[in-house]
C-alpha cells in the first residue's frame, strides 16, 4: 500500500504558493498564462540482487521496483519568475517502506537583479567532497532511495539570496521537518531491529514544526570555491535509542552547525575539503556531544587515457569524526580510494569504483556505478555494494550480508 | 609594559633569569663558536664558475649542458691583438700574432689555437685537387707583398670577418682564439693557472712586440673573475664596515667599551652564519662571500636598541645588573620579534630559482638568528662584567625626535597627502624598470676584465655565442642536402637580422670546399646536391685539418645535429630573447626537416631553442622575478602576520604593511627613475629588505600600542613611542644604510644593486616610520578599522606586482598584419552584449550512423580585453543529460579557463578543471578549445597570403596562421581563411602538434543580426584522420536579450537548468 511519507500540511503550502502566484505575477490578467513551459521526466525499472541470503528473519531476498517522476516547469518574464513541480513516486515489491511518493519540488523562484526568492518545496545540496557529504544538512536524506547519501527528500522552504562579486549569500527559513525514512522490516540495507520511522521522539513541543534556520555563503575566490554555511534547528540526523519495547526509535533534537567547503582547482588536480562542527547532537551512545568532523582529498583527472578520448578520474579521499566509534555514521576514520571513469563516446558511458576502508576495524565497502546509454531514450544503469569485512563494525555489522548488483533501466520522456 | 609581554612578568622573569645565569652565557658563547668553526672549512675557496647561478633543475641550464656534451665544450679565449698602427697585416704584427699562435699551444689544457695565421686556407690545385695551408705559412718573417697578399684572401673569406678573427670592417685588430679542454676536476685551480700562464705570456710578447697590445677576453676570464672580483670585495669592503660599525655605535654609545662588545657580538655572529654554511656543505660565491657583512650590518641594529635603551636605564639607576634586567624587560620581545621577521624574510630567499641568494638568505638568517641569541644572552652578560662607564646627559638627539612627534601629530593630513603623492610618483618608475642581464657586464669598469671584454666585443665579436643546435633527426643527416638547404637558408635568415652580424655554420665551409671541388669556380659556391658528395667533403676536410682541430664543434660525432652559432656582443635580454622567437617562428615555418627532428626530440619544447651561457643568463632574471614573486608574497604574509600575532592587534597589524611593503616598491620606482636596468638582483630584494624595514616598525609599534593600552590617546601615544626608540629607530637605520652603502661599493652588480636597492629601501622606510606610519596611526586609530584603506595599499601592491612583470615581444610584418587581421575580426564583433543562441550537434561517423545533442548556449561578452567572455552551455537532447549545464569564464592563454558544471540530477554544482583543451566535447570532433571563447592573445599571428575564399569563390579570404601560445594546445597552428570583406571565419584549417592536417572546419549561412554582427547557421568540422565529421547548427538567434554578466556566476547556474 503506498502511503505518503509523513504527510503535512500541504494545503497550507499549496495556499500560501497560490497567494504569492498571484501576487508576484504579472498584473494583467493575460500575464498569468506561462510564457514558457515544459513537461518531461522518467521511469525506472529496478531490480537488485542480494549475494547473499538475509541476516533477520523477515527480510525479503531480492527485490524488483518501479519508480517515476515528472516535472512541470512553467516560466513566466523572460525566466524571472519559475515554477517547477515534480512528484516522485516509488512502488516496490520487497519493502513496503520503499513504496513511497514525495513532492521532490514544488517550488516558485523569483529572480531580480542580484535577489532570489524561493518559496514552496525544492531539495538542496551542498558538497564539495565526492565520498561524503558532511556540510549539506537542509533537506533530509532520502535513505531508502539509496544509501549513497546523494538522494533528498523535498523541503519546505523560504529563500533569499543575495548575489554579490564575491559569491551568494542565501538565508532559509525551513517551518517544517521532514523525518529520515529507512527501510522497513522486510526491507534489506536496515539497521536491527529496524529503526521505527513512524514513531519518533523529538526533543521540541513543536516536534516536526519546530522551525529551522539556515545561511550559507557561497562563492569563488581565484581558484578556490567556498562555502561558508550555519545551521540552527532540528538536527537531520537522528540518534536512535532502544525503547523498553524493544523498538529502535529515532530521536530528533536541535542542533547548530556551522560548515566550511573548499575546493582548489589547479589544472587537472582539484583538492576537496569539508568541515564541520555540530552542537547539541546525541552520538551513538546516546550522549549528547559538541564535534568536528572533516573530510577532504583530492580528484586528479588524467585526460585521454590510452590515447582514446576518455577521461579517468583518480580519487582519494579521508574522512574523519571527532566522535571516533560513537560517531552516528560509519566515516570516522576512513579512507576512500577511487576512478570515474567517462568514455566520452557517444553514448556517454560513464562508470566509477569507489572503495572504502574503515583504518580501525578494517571495513571495507566498494561500490561501482555503471552508466550507458543503450538508446535516445533509454539508459541502463548498473550499481554494485560490496560490504566486506563488516561483521565487526557494529551497528553496521546490519549490513554484512547485504552486498547487492542493482540493474536500472531508465526511460525519459519530455514534451518537447 | 608591551604587549608582547601580555603577562607582563614573563619578560622581567626571563630577564631576571639571563641576568642571573650571564656566567652561563660566556660559557655557551665558547661552545657555539666551537659549533660554528667546526665544519667552516669547507666554505673556501670560492667557487669560481659563473654556473652557479643556475639550479641543476634549471631547465635552460639542462639545455646548455645537453649542448656541451653534444659538441666540445666552449672553454675558450679570444686574445685581441691590437696594433697601434692600427693595421694588423703589417710584418710586425702578423710576425706577433704568429709568435702567440705558436706559443699558446703550450698554455695548460689547451685543444686548439686559431688566429689568422694558421688559418686553413682551402683552394684548389689543378684538377680537382684540394691544398689546404696555414694563411701564413712562416710568420716570423713575412715581407710587405705576402701581407698584402695574406690580407686580400683573408678579406674574401666570410669565416674569418666578424667571427673574432677579424672586425667586421677594417683591420685594425686580430683575434687569437684559444680553445681549452679543462678537466673540470678542480675549478679553483686550474681556472688561476690557464689566467696566470696566459699573463705571463702576455707579459712576454708586449715586451718582444713594443707594437701591440693583447686583450683577452672569454668564459675562462669570466670564471676567473668571479673568482678573484669575490676575493676584491671580501677583502676591499669588509674593513670600512668595521670602521662604520665602531664609529656607528661608538657615537650612539659614546663608549668605548660598549664598542668592542658590539663589535665581538657581530664577528661571532657572521661566524655563526658562516659556520651554517659549512655544516650545510656551502663553497662560497661571489654572493654568499658577503653574507658576514649583510649579518654584522643587521645584527649591529638590535644591538644598538638594547644599547641606547641600556644608556636610557642609566639616568636612573647605577646598578650595572638592574641595566640589563630593564633593557631586557622593555625590548626583548621587539628584538626577538625584529630578528625573526629579519631571519623570515632571508629565508624566503629560498623561492628563488638561483642558488647563490638560497644560500645568502639561509647563510643570513642564521647569523641574524645567532645574534638575535647574542644579543640576548652575551651582551647583557658583558653589560655587567665590563666596566662600562655611566653616563647620566641625557642624550641630544631626544629634542629632535620629539620635534619630529610634534610636526608629525600637528600635520598628520599633509604628511600623509604628500606620502601619497610620493608614493605615486615614485611607483610610476617602475615603469622604467628593464631586466637586463648581461653577465660579462656583471663587472663594473673598474676590471681590467671588462675593459678587454669590452674592447674585444666592440672590435672582434661577440664574446658569448647564441647556438642553435639544429637536429637532422639520423645520424648522417647533416648531410642531406634538403636539410643542409634548410641550415643555409636559416643562416641567411639569420644574416639579415640586426642582432646578427656574423653567424657561423658549417655550411659556409661545404659551399667553400664544393668550389675549390670545382676548380674554385665561384659558381659552384654553393651547397653540393648529393649526399654523398657533402659527407665526402666533409671528411677530406677534417683529414687535412691541423691538431687538435676537427668539426665536432660545429657537428655532432653521429653527424646529426649540426650548430649554427651567433656570437652576441652587447645585446640586451630583451634583444636576444626577441631574437631567439623570432627564429623559433621562422623555423618552425621554413625548416620542416630540422622542427620535426626537434619536436620528436623534444615534445615538450615546441620552438627549437637556442642556448648559450648569455642565453641563460638572459633568461634567469625572467624566471627568478615570477619565482619570487611568490616568496615575497609568502614573506609578506609571513611577516605580517607574525606583527599580527605579536602585536595581538589586526588593525594596527594591517596598517603596519602600508610603512613596510610601500618602501620597497617605492625603491623600485627610484630605481626605474634613476637607472631603469635592473639585474637578478632586483628579484630577491623585496622579500629580503622586507624583513629588515619591518624591524623599526616593530619597536615603534609595540611601543605605541602599549601606550594606547594604557589609556594614552593616539598623539600621546606616538609622543612616547618616538621618545622611547625614535632615536634609536634612527641611528640603528642610519647604521643600516651606511651599511648597505659600503656593500654598494661591490662592483659586482648583483651585489651592489641589491645593496643599494636594500639602502635606499631602508631610507624611505625610515622616512615612512618617522612620518606616514605616525600619521597613519593618528588618523586612523581613532576610528574603526579602515578596510578601505588596507586595500588601498593592497591594491597599490598589486598595480606595482604587475608593472613588475615585463612586456613581451614585439612582433614583426607578416606578423603585425596576421595580428592586425586577428584583431580587426574580433573588433568587428565587439559590442554585442549578449546572445543566446540554439545548437544542434550532428555527430556522423564513418559509417554514416548519426547521433543528436541539442543545446542552449547563452554567451555574455566582457568588455575588458585582458579578460575572456562567459558562456553557458545548458544541454536539452538527450533526455538523460537535459539540463547539464556548463558555465565557462573565459581567460587568456595560457591560464586556464574556469568552467563549473551542474548536475541536475544531484542538484550539486561543481568546479571542473579545463586544463583539458584537446578533450573531445561531448564526443564530437571539436574539442574544448575549438569551442570556448578564442581571444586574440591566445595566439601569435602570421598573414600568409591572400586568395578565394576555398567555400566561397566570389570572396577574397585573407589566409592567416594562428600558432597557440599555449603548449598545452592540441594545435601546433590553425590556418584560418577569414573573409576581407566582413572579416568573418569562412574556414579553419586545424593542424594537430605533429604538423600534420588534422580537421577542416568550414563556415556557412552567415546572417548578420543587429545590423552588424555575422553568426553561422551552420559549421561543419570533418576529421581527416578519423573520416568522422560533427554539424553543428545554429538557430534561433537572440542578441541582447537581458543576460547579466552576474547571472553567469557559479551560484546562479542551476538557475539555468531547464
Known amino acids: 500500500m503506498p502511503s505518503v511519507s509523513r504527510p503535512f500540511r500541504a494545503e497550507r503550502t499549496a495556499a500560501a504558493l497560490a497567494a504569492l502566484l498571484l501576487a508576484a505575477g504579472p498584473a494583467s490578467a493575460e500575464g498569468l498564462a506561462p510564457e514558457a513551459y515544459d513537461l518531461f521526466g522518467e521511469i525506472e525499472l529496478e531490480g537488485t540482487g542480494f549475494l547473499q541470503s538475509p541476516q533477520f528473519a523477515g527480510q525479503r531476498r531480492d527485490d524488483v521496483s518501479v519508480a517515476g517522476k515528472a516535472t512541470f516547469l512553467a516560466e513566466w518574464a523572460g525566466g524571472d519568475a519559475v515554477l517547477r513541480i515534480t512528484p516522485f513516486a516509488r512502488l516496490d515489491a520487497a519493502d513496503d517502506r520503499r513504496t513511497h511518493v514525495d513532492l521532490r519540488e514544488a517550488k516558485l523562484d523569483l529572480y531580480r537583479d542580484d535577489w532570489s526568492f524561493r518559496i514552496g518545496i525544492d531539495t538542496v545540496f551542498w558538497a564539495k567532497t565526492e565520498a561524503v557529504h558532511l556540510v549539506d544538512i537542509v533537506a533530509q536524506d532520502d535513505r531508502i532511495e539509496d544509501i549513497d547519501n546523494e538522494t533528498r527528500l523535498g523541503q519546505p522552504m523560504l529563500r533569499v539570496g543575495w548575489l554579490s562579486e564575491l559569491g551568494e549569500l542565501s538565508l532559509f527559513y525551513l517551518p517544517y521537518f521532514r523525518e529520515r525514512p529507512t527501510p522497513g522490516r522486510t526491507g534489506r540495507l536496515r539497521l536491527n531491529p529496524p529503526v521505527a520511522d513512524a514513531r519518533p521522539v523529538y526533543d521540541t513541543g513543536a516536534e516536526e514544526w519546530t522551525p529551522s534556520f539556515a545561511a550559507r555563503f557561497a562563492g569563488v575566490a581565484g581558484d578556490v570555491d567556498f562555502g561558508l554555511s550555519a545551521f540552527h534547528g532540528l538536527g537531520r540526523e537522528p540518534a536512535l535509542f532502544l525503547d523498553p519495547g524493544g523498538a529502535l526509535r529515532p530521536f530528533y533534537e536541535r542542533i547548530t552547525q556551522v560548515g566550511l567547503d573548499l575546493q582548489y582547482t589547479s589544472d587537472a588536480t582539484l583538492w576537496k575539503f569539508e568541515g564541520i562542527h555540530r552542537s547539541g547532537q546525541r552520538n551513538l551512545s546516546f550522549v549528547e556531544e559538541s564535534y568536528l568532523a572533516a573530510t577532504g582529498g583530492v580528484e586528479h583527472t588524467l585526460y585521454g587515457v590510452l590515447d582514446t578520448p576518455g577521461d579517468l578520474g583518480l580519487i582519494a579521499e579521508y574522512a574523519w569524526d571527532q566522535r571516533g566509534e560513537d560517531a552516528l555514521t560509519p566515516w570516522q576514520n576512513d579512507l576512500f580510494l577511487g576512478a570515474r571513469l567517462a568514455l566520452n563516446d557517444v553514448s556517454d558511458t560513464s562508470a566509477l569504483i569507489l572503495g572504502s576502508v574503515d583504518l580501525g576495524d578494517g571495513a571495507v565497502g566498494v561500490r561501482l556505478e555503471f552508466e550507458r546509454r543503450i538508446a535516445p531514450n533509454l539508459s541502463l544503469g548498473l550499481e554494485a555494494q560490496a560490504f566486506l569485512g563488516f561483521d565487526q563494525s557494529a551497528p553496521f555489522d546490519a549490513f554484512a550480508d547485504d552486498s547487492y548488483l542493482r540493474v536500472r533501466l531508465t526511460r525519459f520522456f519530455g514534451l518537447k | ?1058
Open chain 2, 1 to 1058: 609594559m608591551t604587549p608582547l609581554q601580555p603577562t607582563g612578568g614573563v619578560s622581567a622573569r626571563v630577564a631576571e633569569a639571563i641576568v642571573r645565569l650571564r656566567a652561563l652565557w660566556l660559557a655557551m658563547t665558547v661552545a657555539l663558536i666551537g659549533l660554528s668553526v667546526a665544519q667552516i672549512g669547507g666554505i673556501v675557496p670560492l667557487n669560481a664558475d659563473a654556473r652557479i647561478f643556475f639550479a641543476q633543475e634549471n631547465p635552460d641550464r639542462q639545455a646548455l649542458d645537453e649542448f656541451e656534451a653534444t659538441f666540445n665544450k666552449n672553454d675558450t679565449m679570444i686574445v685581441a691583438v691590437a696594433p697601434k698602427d692600427g693595421e694588423v697585416f703589417t710584418p710586425e704584427t702578423l710576425a706577433a700574432v704568429g709568435e702567440l699562435t705558436e706559443r699558446a699551444w703550450y698554455l695548460p689544457f689547451v685543444r686548439r689555437v686559431d688566429s689568422i695565421t694558421n688559418f686553413q686556407h682551402t683552394y684548389a690545385d689543378g684538377d680537382d685537387g684540394l691544398v689546404v695551408r696555414d694563411l701564413v705559412p712562416d710568420p716570423a718573417s713575412v715581407t710587405p707583398e705576402e701581407a698584402a697578399e695574406a690580407k686580400a684572401i683573408a678579406l674574401d673569406r666570410p669565416e674569418l670577418i666578424g667571427t673574432g678573427f677579424l672586425p667586421a670592417d677594417g683591420t685594425a685588430a686580430t683575434g687569437v682564439q684559444i680553445a681549452f679542454s679543462l678537466p673540470g676536476v678542480d675549478q679553483e685551480v686550474e681556472i688561476p693557472e690557464v689566467v696566470g700562464e696566459y699573463e705571463a705570456l702576455r707579459a712576454e710578447i708586449e715586451a718582444a712586440h713594443p707594437g701591440v697590445e693583447l686583450r683577452a677576453a672569454g668564459i675562462i676570464l669570466t670564471n676567473n673573475q668571479f673568482n678573484v672580483a669575490g676575493q676584491e670585495d671580501g677583502q676591499t669592503l669588509f674593513g670600512p664596515m668595521f670602521l662604520l660599525i665602531l664609529l656607528i655605535v661608538g657615537l650612539a654609545i659614546r663608549s668605548i667599551l660598549a664598542s668592542l662588545a658590539v663589535l665581538l657580538m657581530i664577528i661571532l655572529s657572521a661566524l655563526a652564519g658562516l659556520g651554517a654554511a659549512g655544516w650545510l656543505g656551502y663553497q662560497l660565491n661571489l654572493i654568499t662571500v658577503l653574507s658576514p657583512l649583510y649579518i654584522m650590518t643587521l645584527v649591529v641594529a638590535s644591538a644598538v636598541h638594547v644599547l641606547s635603551a641600556c644608556r636610557q636605564a642609566m639616568l636612573d639607576t647605577d646598578d650595572r645588573k638592574e641595566w640589563a634586567r630593564r633593557t631586557l624587560t622593555d625590548h626583548m620581545g621587539a628584538i626577538v620579534l625584529a630578528s625573526v621577521t629579519t631571519a623570515l624574510g632571508f629565508l624566503c630567499l629560498n623561492f628563488s630559482i638561483s642558488p647563490p641568494f638560497r644560500q645568502l638568505g639561509n647563510i643570513v638568517a642564521v647569523g641574524v638568528l645567532a645574534g638575535m641569541l647574542y644579543t640576548l644572552t652575551l651582551l647583557p652578560a658583558l653589560i655587567t662584567y665590563l666596566p662600562i662607564r655611566r653616563s647620566t646627559t641625557r642624550p641630544a638627539a631626544q629634542a629632535l625626535t620629539g620635534r619630529i612627534a610634534e610636526f608629525v601629530i600637528a600635520n598628520s593630513r599633509a604628511v600623509l597627502l604628500g606620502g601619497m603623492a610620493c608614493a605615486v610618483a615614485l611607483l610610476a618608475g617602475f615603469s622604467q624598470l628593464k631586466l637586463e642581464d648581461d653577465f660579462p657586464r656583471y663587472f663594473d669598469e673598474r676590471y681590467a676584465f671588462r675593459q678587454n671584454t669590452d674592447f674585444v666585443e666592440d672590435n672582434l665579436t661577440g664574446v658569448n655565442v647564441l647556438n642553435w643546435p639544429l637536429p637532422a633527426g639520423e645520424p648522417g643527416g647533416v648531410n642531406d642536402p634538403a636539410f643542409l638547404a634548410e641550415v643555409s637558408a636559416f643562416v641567411d635568415w639569420l644574416r639579415a637580422q640586426p642582432e646578427a652580424t656574423t653567424v657561423t655554420s658549417l655550411t659556409d665551409t661545404i659551399k667553400r670546399l664544393n668550389m675549390n671541388m670545382h676548380g674554385d669556380d665561384r659558381d659552384f659556391l654553393r651547397l653540393p646536391t648529393e649526399a654523398e658528395a657533402a659527407a665526402q667533403y666533409l671528411l677530406l676536410y677534417e683529414l687535412s685539418l691541423g691538431y687538435g682541430m676537427d668539426l665536432t664543434d660545429q657537428v655532432d660525432i653521429q653527424r646529426e645535429i649540426l650548430r649554427v652559432g651567433v656570437p652576441m656582443a652587447r645585446t640586451s635580454t630583451a634583444e636576444m630573447r626577441e631574437l631567439s622567437l623570432r627564429a623559433g617562428d621562422w623555423l618552425r615555418e621554413n625548416a620542416p626537416i630540422a622542427q620535426a627532428a626537434w619536436e620528436a626530440k623534444y615534445p615538450d619544447v615546441p620552438m627549437i631553442t637556442p642556448t648559450g651561457i648569455d642565453y641563460v643568463f638572459s633568461l634567469i632574471s625572467y624566471r627568478d622575478v615570477r619565482a619570487m614573486l611568490v616568496g615575497s608574497l609568502v614573506a609578506l604574509v609571513g611577516i605580517s602576520g607574525l606583527i599580527m600575532l605579536a602585536l595581538r592587534d589586526l588593525k594596527i597589524g594591517a596598517l603596519s604593511l602600508v610603512p613596510n611593503v610601500a618602501p620597497a616598491l617605492m625603491g623600485f620606482g627610484a630605481w626605474g627613475w634613476l637607472v631603469g636596468e635592473v639585474t637578478l638582483a632586483i628579484s630577491v630584494v623585496l622579500a629580503a629588505t622586507l624583513g629588515v624595514v619591518v624591524d623599526d616598525t616593530v619597536h615603534f609599534l609595540s611601543k605605541y600600542s602599549a601606550a594606547r593600552r594604557a589609556g594614552a590617546s593616539a598623539e600621546d601615544a606616538v609622543r612616547q613611542a618616538f621618545a622611547k626608540v625614535g632615536m634609536a629607530m634612527i641611528v640603528t637605520t642610519l647604521s643600516l644604510v651606511a651599511g648597505f652603502g659600503i656593500l654598494a661599493q661591490s662592483g659586482f652588480a648583483v651585489n651592489g644593486e641589491m645593496a643599494e636597492l636594500t639602502a635606499i629601501t631602508i631610507s624611505i622606510a625610515l622616512v615612512a616610520d618617522l612620518l606616514i606610519m605616525p600619521a597613519l596611526l593618528i588618523r586612523l586609530d581613532k576610528r574603526r578599522p579602515s578596510v578601505s584603506k588596507v586595500a588601498a595599499a593592497a591594491g597599490v601592491l598589486a598595480l606595482a606586482v604587475a608593472l613588475l612583470v615585463p612586456p613581451g615581444a614585439h612582433a614583426q610584418s607578416a606578423q603585425e598584419k596576421g595580428l592586425a587581421i586577428a584583431q580587426e575580426a574580433k573588433d568587428r564583433d565587439r559590442g554585442w552584449g549578449d546572445f543566446s543562441v540554439e545548437g544542434e550537434m550532428v555527430l556522423r561517423d564513418k559509417g554514416g550512423a548519426e547521433s543528436r545533442r541539442v543545446f542552449e548556449s547563452l554567451n555574455v561578452e566582457r568588455p575588458d580585453p585582458s579578460v575572456g567572455d562567459l558562456a553557458i552551455i545548458v544541454f536539452s537532447r538527450p533526455r538523460d543529460i537535459r539540463g547539464t549545464a556548463l558555465l565557462t569564464h573565459a581567460n587568456i592563454e595560457p591560464q586556464d579557463d574556469d568552467q563549473w558544471l551542474y548536475l541536475p540530477a544531484v542538484k550539486r554544482e561543481k568546479r571542473i578543471s579545463s586544463s583539458n583543451r584537446t578533450g573531445k566535447f561531448v564526443s564530437s570532433e571539436f574539442s574544448y578549445e575549438d569551442l570556448t571563447s578564442q581571444e586574440v592573445p591566445d595566439y601569435t599571428y602570421e598573414w600568409l597570403r591572400d586568395e578565394p575564399c576555398p567555400n566561397a569563390p566570389s570572396l577574397t579570404c585573407h589566409v592567416v596562421d594562428s600558432f597557440p601560445r599555449n603548449a598545452a594546445s592540441g594545435y601546433s597552428r590553425r590556418t584560418v581563411w577569414l573573409d576581407a570583406q566582413h572579416f568573418r571565419f569562412q574556414q579553419v584549417a586545424f593542424h594537430n602538434r605533429r604538423g600534420a592536417l588534422e580537421k577542416t572546419l568550414t563556415f556557412s549561412g552567415y546572417q548578420q543580426y543587429l545590423g552588424r554582427y555575422w553568426r553561422p547557421d551552420l559549421m561543419r568540422m570533418v576529421n581527416h584522420q578519423t573520416g568522422k565529421e560533427t554539424d553543428l547548427i545554429w538557430s534561433n538567434y537572440r542578441f541582447r536579450s537581458g543576460l547579466r554578466e552576474d547571472d553567469f556566476s557559479a551560484q546562479r547556474l542551476k538557475t539555468f537548468s531547464r
